[in-house]
């Protein structure tokens, strides 16, 4: 399995991004794993930030990013998404995607830098 993110950079507090995460080479339909976004800022460990079900129906959001955030994904693409609006500098990181198989395998993507001038 393969994941790769884009859409990281640049940001001014209060602005806006949205991540990306193509994936390929899954062993099971695309619509049966788990997909995360996670990120680890400088000095800290690595932290959810959101998260969609195989069925793709429930979201959940790390309390830091409730009302800011917001996940989806495209089963057809393979892709997931994460819009982030309200940029604050603590958002500051690399974030990750992360694949969830349900043998309990999980991928990672090699992650995109995120920074939040304020």
């Known amino acids: 399995v393969q994941l790769v993110e884009s859409g990281g950079g640049l940001a001014q507090s209060g602005g806006s991004l949205r991540l990306s995460c193509a994936g390929s080479?899954?062993?099971?339909?695309?619509?049966?794993?788990?997909m995360n976004w996670y990120r680890q800022a400088p000095g800290k460990e690595r932290e959810l930030v959101a998260g969609t079900g195989r069925t793709g129906g429930r979201t959940n959001y790390a309390d830091s990013v409730k009302g800011r955030f917001s996940m989806s994904r495209d089963n057809a693409k393979k892709t997931v998404y994460l819009q982030m609006n309200s940029l604050k500098s603590e958002d500051t990181a690399v974030y990750y995607c992360?694949?969830?198989?349900?043998?309990?395998?999980?991928?990672w993507g090699q992650g995109t830098q995120v920074t939040v001038s304020s």
């Open positions: 992360n694949a969830r198989d349900y043998l309990g395998n999980r991928y």
């Open positions: 080479g899954f062993r099971f339909t695309f619509s049966n794993y788990d």
